[in-house]
Nanobody, 124 residues
Framework: QVQLVESGGGLVQAGASVRLACVAS????????MGWFRRAPGKEREFVAA????????TYADSVKGRFTISRDNNKNTAYLEIHSATPEDTAAYYC?????????????????WGQGTQVAISS
């Protein structure tokens, strides 16, 4: 089993940057792909960004491409999501997910493990 814990959320002003972290514990020797998803109030969960085990493959939702950056440090068992030029539309609960053998990084159903989420609120 793998446990995922997100951190770094909070209330920030529009235009600011936010850095979220997701720390994995447990059976971290498994080659996990890591993804970030978000759920805005009243909306369904949506894919944000994902990164393969070695970081060679990164993929982003069109809505965040160019403003969000995903990265990882396997030595620290941590994945990161940087939000730049935040807008009120980025307000959501952000969840990290981990999965073994994920073929479609944007598909939440392929991930095995999920964190509890961290709330990000962007004020205008």
């Amino acid at each position: 089993q793998v446990q995922l814990v997100e951190s770094g959320g909070g209330l920030v002003q529009a235009g600011a940057s936010v850095r979220l972290a997701c720390v994995a514990s447990g059976r971290t020797s498994n080659p996990l792909a890591m993804g970030w998803f978000r759920r805005a109030p009243g909306k369904e969960r949506e894919f944000v960004a994902a990164i393969s085990w070695f970081g060679a493959t990164k993929t982003y939702a069109d809505s965040v491409k160019g403003r969000f950056t995903i990265s990882r440090d396997n030595n620290k068992n941590t994945a990161y999501l940087e939000i730049h030029s935040a807008t009120p539309e980025d307000t959501a609960a952000y969840y990290c997910a981990g999965g073994v053998g994920v073929r479609n990084l944007a598909r939440g159903e392929e991930y095995d493990y999920w964190g509890q989420g961290t709330q990000v609120a962007i004020s205008s």
